[in-house]
């Protein structure tokens, strides 16, 4: 059993940074994506930026080049440095495991950590 624990949410102002981490425990299966999702009141789960195990990263065309995924291997953490944050970014967000990008009844989920953008 894997467990993901998020932290680093809050309230920015547009144009503002934030880091969020998640911490992995548990038998982590070294095969898996693993990343970040975001859920936005009213819509469905997205998929913000994960990494396959071998290092491909996948990032959804709205974050491209203003968040940047990374990871720890020797700590189990994967990070999301987020910059010139926009209030579309505002959501619940999500660390997962799973066997592909996509969401599936395979995956594992931290508890999320909510980001606000607003003035």
């Known amino acids: 059993q894997v467990q993901l624990v998020e932290s680093g949410g809050g309230l920015v102002q547009p144009g503002g940074s934030l880091r969020l981490s998640c911490a992995a425990s548990g038998s982590i299966v070294s095969s898996y994506v693993m990343g970040w999702y975001r859920q936005a009141p009213g819509k469905e789960r997205e998929l913000v930026a994960a990494?396959?195990?071998?290092?491909?990263?996948n990032y959804a065309d709205s974050v491209k080049g203003r968040f940047t995924i990374s990871r720890d291997n020797a700590k189990n953490t994967i990070s999301l440095q987020m910059s010139s944050l926009k209030p579309e970014d505002t959501a619940v967000y999500y660390c997962?495991?799973?066997?592909?990008?996509?969401?599936?009844?395979?995956?594992?989920w931290g508890q999320g950590t909510q980001v606000t953008v607003s003035s």
């Open positions: 990494f396959t195990p071998g290092g491909i990263t």
């Open positions: 997962k495991t799973g066997p592909a990008w996509s969401v599936s009844r395979y995956d594992t």
